[in-house]
């Protein structure tokens, strides 16, 4: 018999709101719930399940709302993605990318060293190495300078597909993890899928404290930290002894770590940089790759580095299932991208440091309408919105402007915040059309 289980628990992290903590379970064995758990017939189980779909997959709820299996993913939308797709390619002013300004493969190929140009004029379209090519994971294992990550301790694959893969492989129905918020739907959602509880800690409130967040929210079947660091949208980094301190919780209380380290490199002050999780912890995981600070997106190359290579042959094995192997032509433009990184890193780095002047500007133009944090690295921030909805704001923009902003809401994020993007180039003309359609359409409000 088909079943649908629902527990309820008391709302306790923040003020996100309560919600209930559901388990779909046709034809699988699931460990054994709680005593509170109920139980529904098929055609009940049905009738919660379409009650799934109206609800927002990105909106954290205090104890993780988990579907086993991939019959989850058929309910929830990925709300960020979703929002994109309507707008992305349609909007003409793109004011809230979370990439730096794409490079063109003339000008990657141009960096090239003998070694690259003879993969490249040497390269085959057929299948590559399920790990990645033994060069791409040599060169992303070096450009950690610690012994402790060889490139057996590194897979490549797509970004997104890492995600799924790691936490796939890392986690069980019934485990606790502990997540940045907010976030990348992904970070959460596939713990979720897994039928994970998902504790949730807001980087974006007030006086925020990562390390008595997580201590706080530890508890006995708490198996994993997810962290976002530099966080995408806020900018937010913690020091290093905040850093330390997090590492020794993990430890202290043996936790894997999986760590988003997507825009890393993209510090405005160089002595805030981290030290890449996988060098410094022996249980966790780092997530990289050259979509962001590399501005390679189009490349679609990411990979896992870890000293854990026992955990990593379980997570390769998974990717049986999804691509099998990377593109050979974006492994090869990765070996170029990594060995000229430094080059690359700065030059988005000069970009960026221009636009966050502009923002600086515009801000204090508009301290009537915007409040904002501004960023400590990577390519976006998450300012707030003081008067209407930022929903509202945003939709208002795009339709009569072309300007395109991220409300906070495609996060599950009720603080009025939106997401702005500082690392294109054409960022003095967006910040331009913006500043017009406030001056018409709420100016009246000054």
Known sequence: ????????????????????????????????????????????????????????????????????????????????????????????????CSDCEAASLKDILALADDECKALWDNMTLGYSEAMGIPQLRKDVAMMYESDAVSSDGVLIGAPQELILLGLTGMLEAGDHVIVTWPGYQSLYECARMMGADVSYIDVSAPGFDIC?????????????????????????????????????????????????EMYRGLEFDSNDTLPAACTVYDKAITLSGLSKSLSMPGARVGWLATQDTALLERIAALKDYTTICTANPSEILGCIAIRNRQTLVANNLT??????????????????????????AGSMCFPRLLRGSSDDFCKDLVEKSGCLLLPGSVYGHNGNHFRVGFGRRDMEKCLGVLEQYIDAHMATSK
């Open 351 to 376: 970009l960026l440091r221009k636009n966050l002047e502009l923002l600086d500007a515009f801000f204090a133009r508009h301290t009537d309408l915007f409040s904002w944090t501004r960023p400590k």
């Open 212 to 260: 008595t967040a997580v201590a706080e929210l530890i508890r006995p079947n708490t198996k994993a930290l997810i962290l976002n660091l530099p966080h995408n949208p806020t900018g937010f980094l913690p020091t290093h002894a905040e850093f330390d301190k997090v590492l020794r919780i993990a430890r202290d209380n043996k936790l894997m770590l999986f760590s988003d």
């Open 1 to 96: 018999m088909q079943v649908l289980m629902l527990r309820q628990r008391a709302s306790w992290i923040y003020r996100v709101p309560r919600a209930r903590n559901y388990v779909c379970a046709p034809s699988l064995i699931v460990k054994p719930q709680p005593s509170s758990t109920a139980w529904f017939s098929r055609r009940q189980a049905h009738r919660h399940l379409q009650n799934l779909s109206s609800m927002s997959a990105s909106t954290p709820v205090d104890s993780a709302a988990s579907v086993i299996g991939m019959q989850r993913l058929k309910t929830v939308p990925f709300e960020l993605e979703r929002y994109f797709a309507k707008y992305e390619f349609t909007a003409k002013y793109l004011l809230c």
